[in-house]
């Protein structure tokens, strides 16, 4: 028995790294499990069942599209209506992370008070839960692409990278998020509007190039700005992303994933006695 | 006690005795839980205190300078009144609870069986819980699969029961089958907080057995029982715990009639079962 645990006051400050990224990634099957169970069981008790994995994302894009159509005063046509949805479900499912991150260890407290864990996982749980979901919105986006007549071309291969960023800068603010709402419980309540006035300041319902004068100025305060950006211009139309973007993009993502693991980290073992 | 001794003590020599290796060491751990008064957290009432100068934290000194050595092999039960700091203790040997100060020292792997079902999803079938419980507790996927069918044969459900969803489970199926995974986990250390009293009398008996098993093996085992026969019964040594501190340490029957005493109850059927 080598194996030798030596627990001693909490002083803040992060754990030992080494041992706890060992403890974390011997754990990465329960994450994934987690995650599998939380889609298993979500969608049981509807008569449409798993169904509504797709259907969600597509009814929510169609609502916005006829909204920024009526706003426009004429249809959009095909390339908007591809457009809203390659954002959307990037968006949604950025936002489920989110939210679903930020209550993660609160709705947690009895596994956390009866189990020993990295508890970074429960996080890493529910934002592997929001990207099972969106998959296969993806494959709908895939039928939308050809119907309305977009180009098919290998440089929306470039579209991985802004997806993995996204999933990257998601996770880093689900954990940050999830520590904080531990503290301050009123985070939760205000996410939700948070999120919707952050899908209407990113390139969503309007294009990258639309942002003009006072505007401007959400190319480099917003986030998902260049990530939302970067992914439209590769998926919707089929072309490499600008530099700047995947630069901005990722320069954030690292950021949020370092302060987020930061503040989980250091707070962590507090936990038990916060719920 | 034997002759062997009293001529080694006759000659001089002190009797010699190898130690078992230790397995917990606890020095002066005190743990102490602040405990806000106010139910949600938040920032408007911080604001609203703040201004008032009032503070609302009130400190739960659960654990108030208990220290104690464990060797390996050894079965401790712990008494004492409800709330005098057994589950507090069981959750600090566990590294659920970081000690407020003091430190702890364990040899070894725990598996913790502090509330039933902890990890368990009721929608999920026994057999898909039994993973989940297991990577819960940190095993890999093959090492469950390895062990399904000893966990599943212990429990002694039944295979249809096993694929059924555990909502369907009487209070009693679901505490064997979360017993029945905490005790196959193979650990060094089991911690097993009032667990017993779920089962019907065959099950107990076999939980008995079980546990004799892994100490057998030279496990440790903490079992923290209102059930006082259960105490004498099954260990080696006990400890008395009230308001936060060792009152007694050492044989069971001994302990176990002081805090009868303290009690003020006699040996009646009641105290003799677990209820």
């Known amino acids: 028995m080598s194996d030798v645990q030596v627990y001693t006051p909490f002083r803040g400050g992060l754990p030992r790294l080494g041992p706890y990224a060992r403890e974390l990634w011997a754990r990465r099957q329960f994450a994934l499990e987690l995650a599998r169970t939380e889609i298993r069981t979500e969608n049981t008790g509807t008569g449409l069942g798993q169904l509504w994995l797709v259907l969600n994302p597509l009814l929510l894009a169609f609502v916005y599209y006829v909204l920024t159509s009526i706003l426009s005063g004429k249809p959009g046509g095909g390339a908007r209506l591809a457009h809203i949805m390659a954002g959307l479900f990037v968006f949604y499912f950025f936002s489920s992370a989110v939210v679903g991150g930020a209550m993660s260890i609160l709705s947690s407290s009895r596994l956390i008070l009866n189990t020993a864990f990295p508890k970074m996982l429960l996080p890493i749980s529910v934002v592997l839960v929001s990207f099972m979901r969106f998959l296969p919105s993806l494959g709908i986006y895939a039928v939308v692409h050809v119907v309305t007549g977009q180009p098919v071309r290998w440089q929306m291969l470039w579209g991985i990278v802004p997806l993995v960023l996204v999933l990257v800068f998601a996770t880093g603010l689900a954990m940050l998020l999830a520590t904080v709402n531990l503290y301050f419980r009123d985070t939760k309540s205000f996410l939700p509007y948070t999120m919707r006035v952050w899908l209407y300041l990113s390139p969503v319902l309007w294009l990258p190039e639309q942002v003009r004068g006072s505007l401007a100025f959400l190319r480099w305060a917003n986030p998902l700005f260049p990530l939302l950006g970067s992914w439209s211009e590769a998926v919707v139309e089929g072309r490499a992303p600008q530099a700047w973007m995947l630069g901005a993009g990722a320069a954030w993502a690292v950021v949020a994933l370092l302060v987020g693991a930061w503040a989980l980290l250091s707070r962590e073992r507090e936990f038990a006695v916060r719920l | ?275």
């Open chain 2, 1 to 275: 006690m034997s002759s062997l001794s009293a001529s080694e003590a006759f000659l001089g020599v002190p009797p010699v005795e190898i130690p078992a290796p230790l397995s917990v060491r606890v020095e002066d751990l005190h743990v102490t839980y602040r405990a806000s008064l106010e139910r949600r957290p938040t920032v408007a009432r911080r604001l609203r205190r703040l201004g008032r100068g009032e503070r609302v934290v009130r400190e739960v000194h659960a654990l108030r300078g208990v220290s104690f050595d464990v060797l390996q092999g050894q079965v401790v039960g712990v008494v004492g009144a409800n709330g005098a700091g057994k589950s507090t203790l069981m959750r600090a040997l566990a590294g659920i609870l970081p000690p407020t100060q003091g430190r702890i020292e364990v040899h070894g792997r725990v598996s913790t069986l502090l509330a039933l079902g902890v990890g368990f999803n009721a929608k999920l079938t026994g057999r898909q819980n039994v993973t989940l419980g297991g990577l819960a507790a940190g095993l890999d996927r093959e090492e469950i699969a390895r062990r399904y069918a000893e966990i599943a044969d212990f429990a002694e459900l039944g295979e249809d029961f096993m694929d059924m969803p555990m909502l369907t489970y009487s209070s009693g199926m679901y505490a064997r089958l979360a017993f029945s995974v905490a005790v196959h986990m193979e650990p060094d250390i089991l911690i097993v907080d009032e667990a017993l009293s779920t089962g019907d009398a065959r099950f107990k008996e076999k939980s008995f057995a079980r546990m004799q098993e892994l100490c057998a093996q030279a496990r440790t085992i903490f079992l923290v029982s209102h059930g006082l026969s259960t105490i004498t019964q099954l260990c080696t040594e006990a400890m008395w715990i009230d308001k936060g501190a060792l009152v007694e340490r050492g044989d069971p029957a001994k302990v176990v009639s002081a805090y009868r005493r303290f009690l003020k109850v006699g040996a009646t059927a009641v105290t003799q079962e677990d209820v």
